[in-house]
């Protein structure tokens, strides 16, 4: 039995944030959960997914962000607890029915967790999604600690049928990624039998509808206004003048520095866990208490101008700061010792910082970029199409992904990327807009999300360019989760379809369509080059599963390479495709046996033919 739905109310166990909310969805009751994977939020939908094998849950990996809402919108309106989850870029694209259903509402719980990625370890930018709550008047929760995550969704979901709103429940990586003690609660029985009540004049949201759900929707606010006043999760500490404002994981580094500060008969703390409506009265009895106020909250200054603002509103004239070029900065995450130093500047506290240790005597730590794992058929893709369009003044939009990584040197291939599915769609831009060759990339789980409105854009305006397809069997980037065009059979589980990509490319109308084995390297620049020469949509599929997926589930055969002594030092292998099999020794190329998986593009392109399979 998966060890989140063991039913031991007590038991304490060490969790990742990210189980300890899927251990909380399973203890509020969710009966429907849906989502498109997406770093920090991924390891939610692992679990959920897991549980859905072993019990009543229904889960499912939709095919966007955008789908995945909608899909969890129906079943919250059929009666079913519903969870839908996605990183934070991922709430733009679900942006367009989350406005709307905030006028629809639900008839049972439906909590939205959008994962939030300060210093963006795994993102394209660090936008900070609270503002979605104010935007769509949505309720928000935000947890300060994994213990509380597993408590607070528990209590969106209470929430959310209460005021018949869908509540958002925001994270950030540090909460997502780290691991706590936390101690299982009853489990409530989960309703899976959901029934839809015909109700048009709420569902069907046409112009003399929707101008009365405005109305009701403001209302339904004014409602969590109340509620918010008397929360639990906005905490008041002390009853010092000096005072802090704090939420996430923000609060705990704020607890620290007060103490390590000395000031704990100084300041109060006030943390902000409902930060959407904010409890008005609360915080304007606090501001009345203070002094000068510090604001502490990564990314944008969201509780720092609504303070302002009570302020202003009482006449309360004191010092209220946070983001400043000597305070906190918009950027990246904050930290304890920065916190700590901040406050103490602030408020003209004495505090010398800990001396670090001397490192003079420490090696330098390499610096270890991210890079495609041995034999990643990716990189052997970007090798054929730089030699194909070699002497060509190419441009290359690339798309969210593993692949996106083909940016770096010597492959070199990836010019640019905003988001999800825009590598086709700029591509249509770049081919009109220059005389460049514009040759995109993108993978079969993000061509699904939303690349296939693009391709039908650029077949339907006759656009110019050579769209790659990188095929590897999986969403690999986040964990190996499947999407539309994965084989459920390897994973065990029937019941599923499959989408044919090369039968949806020639649907949509593209009349050149190539297929290429990338580990088959001569063959596949000779496939290349006759696409790169077809003028309009040309739509080359680069077919082989990912390689760490290939390993877990024993589809590969390991031959590891060696590079034999009529090597003659030019390093072509190195300088071209720099697989991370490669180190040197003495200033001579070897390979680790143990990584290489034997895609032999290293043999092929060797122009001593020095590589050959090592003997066993």
């Not at 495609?372 to 990716?378: I, T």
């Not at 969210?400 to 070199?412: A, D, K, N, R």
């Amino acid at each position: 039995m998966h060890k989140l739905l063991n039913d031991a109310p007590g038991e304490k166990i060490m969790l990742l944030g990210n189980e300890a909310i899927a251990r909380g969805a399973i203890e509020a009751g969710v009966a429907f959960a849906a989502t498109y994977p997406g770093t920090p939020s991924s390891e939610i939908s692992l679990n959920l997914f897991q549980m859905s094998q072993e019990s009543d849950l229904y889960f499912e990996y939709s095919t966007n962000e955008k789908v995945a809402l909608e899909v969890a919108a129906a079943a919250a309106n059929s009666g079913l607890r519903t969870f839908c989850m996605m990183k934070h870029v991922g709430l733009n694209v679900a942006a367009d029915p989350l406005m709307t259903l905030a006028y629809v509402g639900v008839t049972a719980g439906m909590v939205i967790l959008t994962a939030d990625d300060p210093a963006m370890f795994s993102s394209q930018n660090e936008q900070d999604n609270r503002y979605y709550a104010k935007f769509g008047n949505l309720p928000m929760l935000e947890p300060s600690s994994v213990p509380e995550a597993k408590e607070m969704i528990k209590y969106a979901f209470d929430l959310s049928e209460e005021i018949k709103q869908p509540v958002l429940l925001r994270t950030t990586t540090r909460i997502n990624h780290s691991n706590a003690f936390v101690t299982f609660g009853d489990i409530k029985p989960r309703n899976t039998e959901g029934r839809f009540e015909r109700d048009p004049h709420r569902c069907v949201t046409v112009p003399a509808v929707s101008r009365g759900l405005h109305v009701k929707l403001l209302e339904k606010m004014d409602k969590a206004k109340e509620i918010c006043e008397d929360s639990e999760f906005n905490l008041l500490e002390g009853s010092g003048k000096f005072g802090i404002v704090a939420n996430g994981v923000s609060f705990h580094y704020a607890e620290d520095a007060v103490k390590d500060l000395g000031i704990e008969d100084k300041a109060s703390i006030f943390r902000l866990g409902f930060s959407n409506p904010m409890p008005e009265k609360q915080i304007k009895d606090f501001l009345s208490g203070c002094e000068k106020v510090l604001v502490i909250e990564e990314g944008e200054p969201f509780m720092e101008e609504a303070f302002k603002a009570f302020a202003q509103e009482e006449g309360i004239t004191i010092p209220i700061n946070g983001k400043s070029e000597t305070l906190f900065s918009k950027l990246y995450e904050y930290d304890p010792a920065m916190v700590r130093e901040k406050m103490a500047g602030y408020f003209g506290i004495d505090y010398t910082p800990t001396e670090k240790l001397p490192t003079d005597n420490v090696p330098e730590i390499p610096i270890r970029p991210p890079n495609l794992c041995s034999g990643c058929s990716h990189r052997a893709t970007f090798y054929e199409v730089q030699k194909a369009a070699k002497g060509m003044d190419i441009v290359c939009p690339t798309d969210i992904g593993c692949y996106t990584l083909g940016f770096l040197p010597p492959l070199s291939t990836g010019d640019f990327v905003i988001c999800m599915g825009s590598s086709v769609s700029s591509s249509c831009g770049f081919g009109q807009a220059t005389d460049q060759k514009v040759i995109s990339f993108i993978g079969d789980s993000t061509f699904f999300h939303s690349g296939i409105t693009g391709l039908v854009n650029a077949v339907f305006n006759n656009h110019n360019f050579t769209l790659v397809i990188l095929e590897n069997d999986i969403t690999a980037m986040t964990g190996h989760q499947p999407h539309p065009g994965v084989d459920m059979d390897r994973f065990g589980l029937d019941g599923y379809g499959r989408v044919n990509i090369e039968n949806i490319v020639r649907a949509l109308g593209v009349e050149h369509i190539s297929i290429v084995k990338p580990f088959k390297v001569k063959k596949s620049i000779k496939t290349i080059k006759e696409a790169l020469e077809y003028k309009g949509v040309s739509v080359i599929i680069s077919q082989e599963p990912c390689a760490l997926y290939a390993k877990s589930l024993k589809l590969l055969k390991p031959r590891a390479f060696k590079v034999s002594d009529k090597c003659v030092d030019h390093k072509d292998c190195i300088t071209s495709i720099a697989c991370p099999s490669f180190y040197l020794e003495d200033g001579k190329v070897n390979i680790d046996a143990n990584t290489c998986v034997g895609c032999a593009v290293c043999a092929q392109i060797c122009p001593e033919n020095a590589i050959t399979p090592l003997k066993k």
